[in-house]
Nanobody, 118 residues
């Protein structure tokens, strides 16, 4: 059974930092592309950052220079370091595990709330 368990969300003041973690089980982590998405109230879910198995890293323009994605294949974990947080970063953040080549799959975590407010 595949599980993606996010942690690290919470309430932070503007300009503050948070580090999200996602622990994966039930997949071969080293062959899985890992990403973070977020969904704010009334908005569509959007890609925040991705870290593919071949080392490609991509960020949404809105978080470039502030967020850093990393992964630890030995721990089956992916992280999102978020600095200089803004109120518009407030959303539920989701961990995603996907593989576009066979065996194909696409899994989501349950999400963790990040609220940036003074």
């Amino acid at each position: 059974q595949v599980q993606l368990v996010e942690s690290g969300g919470g309430l932070v003041q503007p300009g503050g930092s948070l580090r999200l973690s996602c622990a994966a089980s039930g997949i071969i982590f080293s062959i899985t592309d890992m990403s973070w998405y977020r969904q704010a109230p009334g908005k569509q879910r959007e890609l925040v950052a991705s870290f593919t198995t071949n080392g490609n890293i991509n960020y949404a323009d809105s978080v470039k220079g502030r967020f850093t994605i990393s992964r630890d294949n030995a721990k089956n974990a992916v992280y999102l370091q978020m600095n200089s947080l803004r109120p518009e970063d407030t959303a539920v953040y989701y961990c995603n595990a996907a593989r576009v080549r066979p065996p194909r799959y696409n899994y989501w975590g349950q999400g963790t709330q990040v609220t940036v407010s003074s």
